[in-house]
């Protein structure tokens, strides 16, 4: 188990070495497109990288909290009569594209990292929401009646048994929610952001795909390394 967390950590490590390299960057794509003129962007790959990471992690843990928070308390006796409210309208915040929540946005927040923080925020509540539900709802209720007759209150038998079992179900929510906005926050160039997105849509602008390779490979190596922790996380409390 011990070395399963020790190659993602020298994977990310390479990621890391790997988006700092920017003359290799250089190199490649020219290789790659030696008509282009311009194969990587005036900002630096590692700088592109940073913005799109605080996007991801900001979005992501604002996500966390309000979906676990929303789950956790839709499966509680008394607001169980929510509990379709709350997964139909975290359904129609995923399914309402998130460049309509940019525009939408705009008036009230402007330009640059906070309309695409909202849309980042709104479009990872679903797999969240519906994870903390789906754990909580499925922890045996022998499991809880053990707990009950050992004298918990309810606000003990929820953090000390039934979180603790939901655990590998709100994991993989959260897994889907940070996947999917790796991608999601390219979006956020479009409105001034920055990220990975700036490389992306310059590149389809000017029909440069080096450019868009730039912007693009990070995105899938994120995505990948992300993915690979948080199933490790899983299978570790699941264990």
Same mark, same amino acid.
């Given at each position: &188990?011990?070395?399963?967390?020790?190659?993602?950590?020298?994977?990310?490590?390479?990621? @890391?070495?790997?988006?700092?390299?920017? +003359?290799?960057?250089? *190199?490649?794509?020219?290789?790659?497109? +030696?008509?282009?003129?311009?194969?990587?962007?005036?900002?630096?790959?590692?700088? @592109?990288?940073?913005?799109?990471?605080? @996007?991801?992690?900001?979005? %992501?843990?604002?996500?966390?909290?309000?979906?676990?928070?929303?789950?956790?308390?839709?499966?509680?006796?008394?607001?169980?009569? $929510?509990? +379709?409210?709350?997964?139909?309208?975290?359904? !129609?915040?995923?399914?309402?594209?998130?460049?309509?929540? @940019?525009?939408?946005?705009?008036?009230? !927040?402007? $330009?640059?990292?906070?309309? *695409?923080?909202?849309?980042?925020?709104?479009?990872?509540?679903?797999? #969240?929401? %519906?994870?903390?539900?789906?754990?909580?709802?499925?922890?045996? *209720?022998?499991?809880?009646? =053990?707990?009950?007759?050992?004298? &918990?209150?309810?606000?003990? !038998?929820?953090?000390?048994?039934?979180?603790?079992?939901?655990?590998?179900?709100?994991?993989?929510? #959260?897994?889907?929610?940070?996947? /999917?906005? /790796?991608? *999601?926050?390219?979006?956020?160039?479009?409105?001034?952001?920055?990220?990975?997105?700036? +490389? #992306?849509?310059?590149?389809?602008?000017?029909?440069?795909?080096?450019?868009?390779?730039?912007?693009? #490979?990070?995105? &899938?190596?994120?995505?990948?390394?992300?993915?690979?922790?948080?199933?490790?996380?899983? &299978?570790? !409390? =699941?264990?």
């Amino acid at each position: &188990m011990t070395r399963g967390w020790e190659r993602i950590g020298i994977a990310g490590v390479l990621l @890391l070495v790997l988006f700092a390299a920017q +003359p290799l960057w250089q *190199t490649t794509l020219k290789a790659l497109y +030696p008509l282009e003129n311009k194969v990587v962007h005036e900002q630096s790959l590692l700088a @592109l990288v940073a913005v799109h990471l605080a @996007l991801l992690l900001a979005s %992501s843990l604002c996500s966390i909290l309000i979906g676990v928070s929303i789950g956790a308390v839709v499966t509680r006796a008394s607001w169980r009569d $929510f509990l +379709p409210l709350a997964l139909g309208i975290s359904s !129609l915040a995923q399914v309402f594209p998130p460049v309509a929540v @940019l525009a939408l946005a705009y008036p009230a !927040l402007g $330009f640059g990292f906070a309309p *695409t923080l909202l849309a980042l925020i709104l479009y990872g509540l679903l797999p #969240i929401v %519906s994870g903390t539900i789906a754990g909580l709802e499925n922890v045996p *209720t022998d499991v809880l009646e =053990a707990a009950k007759g050992l004298g &918990m209150s309810e606000s003990q !038998l929820f953090w000390r048994a039934a979180l603790p079992l939901a655990l590998p179900s709100i994991l993989g929510g #959260i897994r889907t929610s940070v996947v /999917i906005n /790796i991608g *999601t926050a390219a979006i956020g160039a479009a409105i001034g952001a920055g990220g990975l997105g700036l +490389p #992306i849509f310059a590149g389809l602008e000017s029909q440069n795909f080096a450019l868009v390779l730039e912007g693009a #490979i990070p995105v &899938m190596l994120l995505a990948l390394w992300f993915d690979a922790l948080l199933a490790r996380l899983s &299978m570790v !409390l =699941a264990s």
